[in-house]
Nanobody
Framework: QVQLVESGGGLVQPGGSLRLSCAAS????????MGWYRQAPGKQRELVATITSTVLTNYRNSVKGRFTISRDNAKKTVSLQMNSLKPEDTAVYYC???????????WGQGTQVTVSS
């Protein structure tokens, strides 16, 4: 059974930084595209960043230059370094895994990020 467990959320002031981590219990982690999504109150869940098994990355425009996604296949983790945080980054952040074979996908339980002074 695949489990994704996020950590690292919290309250930070505008301009601050946070690092989110996701630990995955996946047999062949390297065969998954990993991603981070977020959902603000009253809004739909949206893509933040993804990283493929070949370490190709993709970001939503509003976080480019501020957020960095990375993965460690040996440790089966994916991280999201978030710098220069803005109030509009406030949301629950979810870790996501999608198999490159068959397309099975999984979600973590989410971690709250609040950017406020």
């Amino acid at each position: 059974q695949v489990q994704l467990v996020e950590s690292g959320g919290g309250l930070v002031q505008p301009g601050g930084s946070l690092r989110l981590s996701c630990a995955a219990s996946i047999n062949v982690f390297s065969m998954y595209t990993m991603g981070w999504y977020r959902q603000a109150p009253g809004k739909q869940r949206e893509l933040v960043a993804t990283i493929t098994s070949t370490v190709l990355t993709n970001y939503r425009n509003s976080v480019k230059g501020r957020f960095t996604i990375s993965r460690d296949n040996a440790k089966k983790t994916v991280s999201l370094q978030m710098n220069s945080l803005k109030p509009e980054d406030t949301a629950v952040y979810y870790c996501h895994a999608e198999s490159i074979v068959g397309g099975a996908n999984y979600w973590g339980q989410g971690t709250q990020v609040t950017v406020s002074s």
